[in-house]
């Protein structure tokens, strides 16, 4: 079993910058692959970024390439999304999640068994 507790949204204007942070629980995190996915309002959830156990790989949706970076520290059982240039069609809220596997799954919602109850990340024009 795997906790997740998000953190770190807020308000924040366009071209700014955000930090979210995603504490997980347990004594396995390194085995763990971390992804961010994000939902708007009205909309389906959507893959963000992912990364791999060591963090050594990553992935992320042609949406946010350039502008967020995903990443780990596993000493501290967290994971990262450092979000940069934002825009106000960013806003939604942002949910990380974990799962063992790796590959195409790590872009799927289906390919994470684990959530977090997410945070809300606002861009404002």
């Known amino acids: 079993q795997v906790q997740l507790v998000e953190s770190g949204g807020g308000l924040v204007q366009a071209g700014g910058s955000l930090r979210l942070s995603c504490a997980a629980s347990?004594?396995?995190?390194?085995?763990?692959?971390m992804g961010w996915f994000r939902q708007a309002p009205g909309k389906e959830r959507e893959f963000v970024a992912a990364?791999?156990?060591?963090?050594?790989?990553?992935y992320y949706a042609d949406s946010v390439k350039g502008r967020f970076t995903i990443s780990r520290d596993n000493a501290k059982n967290t994971v990262y999304l450092q979000m940069n240039g934002l825009k106000p069609e960013d806003t939604a809220v942002y949910y990380c999640?974990?799962?063992?596997?790796?590959?195409?799954?790590?872009?799927?919602?289906?390919?994470?068994?684990?959530w977090g109850q997410g945070t809300q990340v606002t861009v404002s024009s």
């Open positions: 347990g004594r396995t995190f390194t085995s763990y692959t």
């Open positions: 990364i791999s156990w060591s963090g050594g790989m990553t």
């Open positions: 999640a974990a799962d063992r596997s790796w590959g195409i799954r790590a872009r799927t919602i289906s390919g994470y068994d684990y």
